[in-house]
């Protein structure tokens, strides 16, 4: 019955009046909706604010800066023994190759003393006999014998270089880590220097003698093919060789140069046996300090 009255009380409203209650129903529910929307939004924007704004406590920061600094300083210690040991293996390498190098140069040295002293005693009897000329040409023979004796190629020993090279071009020498295998090292290597210069004057003063003996030596007396295998051999005829030109004074300054030149071998004997010495003590150092065989 009520709502057949306001039915009735809507008819008898002015038609003012019935739009005013409809735009009035319609904005109370525009309003409404609106207001539960901005509701269900704001729920789901703070829905469990906890979760996404929680600060973390000082004492978790500083949990996580030592795990990460912990980290990265056992990674660099790991890097740093790795490379420890592969530096330690290298210097154990270069100490041997070292040793043998000195091993080897040694008895190069040794040999070269040997040779050096058997030149060395024919200039002696060979400069002797040209200062004492015998006019008749008796000693002849004998001079083109201790001659082609020491025209032979110099009896020379340069030290092994093969581990010196590494050592110095390829930053080895950091690795040494002992100084008093390091300065051994290096006094070898001075040593070697020295030698080499040494040896630009042998070859000098042997080439020397050389040019002196084209006015006196006739070479056709000579197989030059078999100097090194037979450096006493002269001729295979029965013909004993004589000079191109005995002439006193050429003799005399033939001995002279011999003489100089004997002088320049024995004082690279000296060196030779200075290096042997070098070696020796290299290899004693070297074996004491890495306990090698």
Not at 19 to 27: F, L
Not at 75 to 93: L, N, P, Q, T
Not at 258 to 278: C, D, N, P, S, W
Request: hydrophobic share 35%.
């Amino acid at each position: 019955m009520e709502e057949i009255k306001k039915g009735e009380e809507e008819k008898n409203k002015p038609p003012e009046q019935i739009n005013q209650s409809v735009v009035e129903n319609i904005a109370s529910t525009v309003i409404e909706r609106e207001n539960q929307s901005q509701e269900q939004n704001n729920m789901e924007v703070h829905h469990h604010p906890d979760l996404h704004h929680k600060r973390k406590k000082f004492r978790e920061y500083f949990i996580e800066f030592i795990m990460i600094f912990l980290a990265v300083t056992l990674g660099f210690f790991a890097e740093s023994y790795r490379e420890s040991r592969v530096d330690r293996s290298k210097e154990f390498e270069y100490v041997k190759s070292m040793m043998e190098d000195a091993l080897r140069d040694s008895a190069n040295f040794q040999q070269a003393i040997n040779l050096n002293q058997n030149r060395i005693n024919k200039l002696d009897t060979l400069r002797k006999l040209c200062f004492n000329y015998n006019i008749d040409g008796s000693n002849d023979a004998s001079i083109y014998r201790l001659f082609r004796a020491c025209l032979r190629h110099p009896d020379l020993a340069s030290p092994t270089e093969r581990t010196m090279t590494q050592l110095k071009n390829a930053g080895g020498m950091r690795l040494i880590l002992k100084n008093e295998v390091s300065d051994s090292i290096i006094q070898y290597d001075d040593f070697s220097k020295k030698l080499n210069d040494q040896k630009v004057a042998y070859e000098q003063f042997l080439s020397n003698l050389i040019n002196q003996s084209f006015t006196l030596v006739n070479y056709e007396y000579y197989d030059l093919d078999s100097v090194k295998t037979n450096p006493a051999h002269v001729s295979d005829s029965d013909e004993l060789p004589k000079l191109i030109n005995p002439d006193k004074g050429k003799l005399i300054e033939f001995a002279n140069k011999a003489t100089f030149y004997r002088a320049v071998v024995i004082y690279y004997m000296i060196k030779l046996a200075e290096g042997k010495q070098h070696a020796t003590d290299l290899i004693k150092t070297l074996r004491k300090e890495y306990e090698l065989e």
